[in-house]
C-alpha cells in the first residue's frame, strides 16, 4: 500500500503565508509521486488551501471535528461541514486534544462515528506518556486506547503517536516502533478482523527529513503524521521523497 504522509500543522500557519507554501509544495511534486500526501491546516485554512492546491495531488484535512452532527454547540465544526469544504481527512484523539480539552476515548470514538458518518476519513491518535513506558505500560495504553476510541467497523487510519516524542526530537527506537505497530496491528485485526489487517498504521512524533527514510522503512509502518517538519513545504516534501525511496 501507498504510504501516508500526513501534516499536522497544529495551531499554525496563517492565511498570509499560505500561497507560498502552496506554492512550494506544487513546485516539489514530481519528486513524490508514490506517495499519497495530507496537509490539515486549522479549520479556516482548509477551504483557501484546496482551492490553491486545486487539481493537485494533495489532500486537504483537518484536526478535530465534533461528535455530534449539527445542532447547538456553539464553537463547534461539524464533519459534515468538514466534508462539504472539500477536506477528506480528519485527525481525532490527537494526544494535545485528549491533554488539553479532557477528550476521552468514548468521545474520540463518537468524533470517528461523525466523521465517517460525513464521508471523512479519520485519523486516529494513540500513544503512550514519558512515565507510561518507563512503566513498561506503552503497549497497555494502547490497546486500550484502540479498543475505546476505535468504532465498530472503523475505516481509517490509525497513527501512533508516543507522547514523549511530540515536538522534543526523542524518537523511540526501530524495535520499539516495531513493537508497537505489531501490538496495534494486532489489536486492530482482533477488534475489526479484514479490514485491520490491512489498515495504515502511521507513526508519529519527531519525524524530520533525516530521520524519515529509517522510520519509514520499518514494517508496518504505513506512513507518517508530521507535526513541526510539516510547517515548511521543502520539509514535508522532503519527508515526502523518503517515504517514496527517494
Ligand atoms: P512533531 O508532531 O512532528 O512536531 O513531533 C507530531 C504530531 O503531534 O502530530
Not at 482551492?51 to 454547540?73: F, I, P, T, W, Y
Request: some cysteine; charged content about 20%; aromatic content about 4%.
Amino acid at each position: 500500500m501507498r504510504q501516508l504522509i500526513a501534516g499536522n500543522w497544529k495551531m499554525n500557519g496563517s492565511f498570509a503565508a499560505l500561497a507560498a507554501y502552496a506554492g512550494g509544495l506544487k513546485a516539489g511534486l514530481a519528486r513524490v509521486s508514490a506517495v499519497d500526501l495530507l496537509v490539515c491546516p486549522p479549520d479556516p485554512l482548509v477551504r483557501p488551501l484546496i482551492d490553491m492546491l486545486a487539481s493537485e495531488s494533495v489532500a486537504v484535512g483537518a484536526q478535530n471535528c465534533a461528535e455530534k452532527r449539527a445542532g447547538a454547540h456553539t464553537g463547534d465544526v461539524s464533519a459534515d461541514l468538514l466534508a462539504e469544504l472539500g477536506a477528506s481527512h480528519v485527525i481525532l484523539g490527537h494526544s494535545e486534544r485528549r491533554m488539553d480539552h479532557h477528550e476521552t476515548n468514548a468521545q474520540v470514538r463518537a468524533k470517528a462515528e461523525a466523521a465517517i458518518g460525513a464521508g471523512l476519513i479519520p485519523i486516529i491518535c494513540v500513544g503512550e506518556s514519558s512515565a507510561e513506558r518507563s512503566q513498561g505500560e506503552a503497549v497497555t495504553v494502547v490497546r486500550a486506547q484502540l479498543a475505546g476510541s476505535v468504532p465498530e467497523g472503523f475505516t481509517g487510519v490509525i497513527a501512533y503517536e508516543p507522547i514523549w516524542a511530540i515536538g522534543t526530537g526523542k524518537v523511540p527506537t526501530e524495535d520499539e516502533i516495531t513493537q508497537i505497530h505489531e501490538a496495534i496491528r494486532t489489536a486492530l485485526v482482533r477488534q475489526l478482523g479484514e479490514a485491520g489487517a490491512g489498515m495504515r498504521i502511521l507513526y508519529g512524533g519527531s519525524v524530520k527529513p533525516d530521520n524519515a527514510q529509517a522510520i519509514l522503512a520499518l514494517p508496518d509502518v504505513g506512513g507518517a503524521l508530521v507535526g513541526g517538519a510539516s510547517l515548511k513545504a521543502e520539509d514535508f516534501l522532503a519527508i515526502a521523497a523518503a517515504a517514496a525511496g527517494g
